[in-house]
């Protein structure tokens, strides 16, 4: 590629990357989860013992609450502010592919490794919002790469430090996972190679140490103040969430139209023409892969294989091996283009083009047939979409007409890259409380309550700035309700609503429309409305 469009592409992940991240407000539940954790971080001052609603949280280790906090301390209360982590977080994934793919190969692979990764809709999106697998993907991507530059020997030593440094990173953003994977992936990959020698060097000493140095204070630390802590995070967390579940079980097939979808539209280039495929197959078949190619075969499969077998399964669990397979795609779309391949490319070109008329299709027929209020918000993004990709297959269709694969190739990441943000835009349309939180901040007073009913709303916790009370079920906050003495939060049943309905004290409720109109003849005085949203409404017992 030209020095111009390396120079496009970059701008245009810069861009997309980082150009929306404040636009809209946190998505329940989970991205409020996560803002409100460090917030309480900072009002309790407390940076040991994670807290949610004000219980002990203990799911997952603290470092991403450590930077959103500091972000929230530096910066202020802001969602962009919480998001800059996950959006950096995929650069420096980007930019480690773009080096990976740069010290196995050459520059070119690099380059298109780099945008690649840029490119695949499921590695954006979890960039774009603050949960934990951007983090942790940036971070055992950072550890597998420095591995490998270790291995072939570019100074040893340092990058080594460097891997057992990300990993420790990696161990205090998800937990021991990130220990066990990186190790099974350099391992198996040693004795595919026949060289277990090189564990000599990779088991350092100083590694090691730094490795500890950096886990353990918080580990000895929490588990110090928090007896329950070691129980409640391996055994229930870990072990008993792989071998165990009791929530996102999945068959064994789940993760390959994740992985298939999460790489659109360059997984259908592979799909559609498998003669070009088939040499790379036989060489893998033959166990005559290069040892770089096998490197991110190992990577790949290893992360893929594992979450398959996991009993509980979530479809962002196989990001970390999203930068490798971006790689091998590198050289897949390096030997279609030097083989001056262009059927390939032309079939990549038409399926982008079925999609693009595809998605346009969606948008006319899908007010007539989809009975769903959100969905006039998201028929803008997804006519977006199809213009967006319309365009590109045609514009790309027309360079591998003029025999000109490699702008074609720039003109679909481009496109693609476009395309993300184009239709990133439906996010609007995302369930989220921030307008009722704000109300509910701007009339409640420290000592008035906020009642959740039947269902833990975290957006109306983080916006409210104030603990909820909840009714019925604790859900995720089961275990922390149970440690300490937390009765007045947490109401069985409808009654204790009911009987302080009646009292003096300010209530607010959130509460869905239906349930309400059941509720409505046990409340008295008659509740007012005040704020709503979606399904769910907010009502108070005073005037």
């Known amino acids: ?76 209360l802001h969602e962009w502010s919480a998001r800059i982590w996950p959006a950096l977080s995929g650069l420096a994934g980007i930019g480690m592919a773009y080096i990976l793919g740069r010290a196995m190969f050459d520059p070119w692979t690099g380059q298109a490794a780099a945008a690649l990764l840029a490119a695949a809709p499921l590695y954006f999106g979890l960039s774009q919002v603050l949960v934990l697998d951007a983090p942790l993907t940036a971070l055992m991507t950072v550890a597998l790469g420095c591995v490998w530059l270790a291995y072939t020997g570019v100074r040893r030593q340092l990058f080594t ?61 929490v588990s110090a103040r928090n007896p329950e802590f070691l129980n409640f995070f391996v055994v229930k967390q870990h072990f008993d969430r792989f071998f165990r579940p009791d929530e996102h079980k999945q068959p064994l097939w789940f993760f390959v139209p994740i992985v298939l979808a999460g790489f659109l539209p360059w997984s259908l280039f592979v799909l559609l023409t498998p003669r070009a495929t088939a040499p790379f197959l036989r060489r893998l078949v033959r166990q005559q892969l290069s040892p770089p190619v096998l490197y991110c075969v190992v990577w790949s499969a290893v992360i893929f294989v594992v ?179 937390h009765h007045a939060f947490f109401w069985d049943g409808d009654d204790p609503l009911v009987q302080a309905w009646g009292t003096p004290r300010h209530i607010f409720l959130v509460i869905n429309r239906t349930d309400l109109e059941v509720l409505k003849p046990r409340l008295r005085p008659a509740p007012r409305e005040v704020a709503a949203q979606g399904k769910k409404v907010t009502v108070v017992n005073f005037d």
Not at 49 to 76: C, D, I, Q, R
Not at 198 to 209: E, K, N, Q, T, V
């Open 307 to 485: 979450f398959s077998c996991s009993q509980s399964k979530l479809g962002t669990y196989v990001l970390p091996m999203f930068c490798p397979t971006a790689i091998l795609l590198a050289r897949f779309f390096r030997s279609v283009i030097e083989g001056d391949n262009l059927p390939v490319l032309t079939r990549g070109c038409m399926a982008v083009l079925v999609l693009g008329a595809t998605a346009l299709v969606a948008a006319v027929i899908a007010p007539f047939v989809v009975a769903d209020p959100q969905v006039p918000q998201v028929v803008p993004s997804i006519a977006g979409a199809g213009v967006v990709l319309v365009l590109t297959a045609l514009s790309a269709r027309a360079a591998v007409r003029r025999r000109q694969p490699q702008t074609a190739f720039a003109l679909l990441l481009l496109g693609v890259l476009v395309l993300q943000g184009v239709a990133f835009t439906a996010r609007g349309a995302a369930t989220q409380y921030r307008a009722m939180g704000t109300t509910i901040r701007r009339l409640a007073q420290p000592q008035d309550l906020v009642v959740s009913f039947r269902q833990y709303v975290l957006g109306v916790n983080f916006y409210a700035r104030h603990r909820v009370v909840l009714t019925g079920g604790r859900g995720e906050l089961a275990f922390g309700s149970v440690q300490g003495d």
């Open 161 to 221: 430090v460097v891997a057992y440094a990300a990993t420790a990173l990696a161990v205090l953003t998800k937990g021991p996972t990130a220990l066990l994977l990186p190790g099974v992936i350099v391992v198996l990959f040693l004795l595919l190679r026949r060289d277990l020698g090189a564990l000599r060097w990779l088991c350092s000493p100083l590694g090691l140490l730094v490795f500890a140095a950096i886990t353990l204070p918080w580990y000895v630390l």
């Open 1 to 76: 590629m030209s020095r111009l469009w390396v120079a496009l592409l970059w701008l245009a992940i810069a861009v997309v990357y980082l150009g929306a991240i404040g636009a809209y407000p946190f998505a329940d539940p989970d991205e409020p989860r996560y803002a409100e954790i460090p917030r309480e971080m900072l009002e309790l001052r407390d940076w040991v013992t994670p807290h949610l609603n004000y219980v002990k949280y203990f799911e997952k280790p603290p470092l991403v609450y450590w930077l959103t906090a500091l972000s929230f301390k530096a910066f202020g």
